[in-house]
Nanobody, 127 residues
Framework: QVQLAESGGGLVQAGGSLRLSCAASTSTRNFYGLGWFRQGPGKEREFVAGITWGGASSFYADSVKGRFTISRGSGKNLMYLQMNSLKPEDTGVYYC????????????????????WGQGTLVTVSS
């Protein structure tokens, strides 16, 4: 069973940057796509960014457009999330997720489209 693991979280001041990584525990089959989600304190988990397996299509939540960039990696390093101009409201646990197959909800960031989830990495943005 493939497992996903996030890394790169930490404490950063507002306006700073972080780069998150998502790695697989073993070599993986081709998924349909990958995504990042986050859950802030007292909030529900929300979609942040998604990318198709080949990297041709990427999409973002309105709240992070222009500040975050999702990209594909290689080998077991599946993807990255470059986060710039961070704001305190970006604070939360960030999860990477993989979608095994196409779903009509994948491109709208529906969590039900994703089959495999990591344990999360904490990002704290101080004001």
């Amino acid at each position: 069973q493939v497992q996903l693991a996030e890394s790169g979280g930490g404490l950063v001041q507002a306006g700073g940057s972080l780069r998150l990584s998502c790695a697989a525990s073993t070599s993986t089959r081709n998924f349909y796509g990958l995504g990042w989600f986050r859950q802030g304190p007292g909030k529900e988990r929300e979609f942040v960014a998604g990318i198709t397996w080949g990297g041709a299509s990427s999409f973002y939540a309105d709240s992070v457009k222009g500040r975050f960039t999702i990209s594909r990696g290689s080998g077991k390093n599946l993807m990255y999330l470059q986060m710039n101009s961070l704001k305190p409201e970006d604070t939360g646990v960030y999860y990477c997720a993989a979608a095994a197959y196409w779903s009509h909800t994948f491109h709208s960031g529906g969590p039900g489209a994703f089959d495999l989830w990591g344990q999360g990495t904490l990002v704290t943005v101080s004001s």
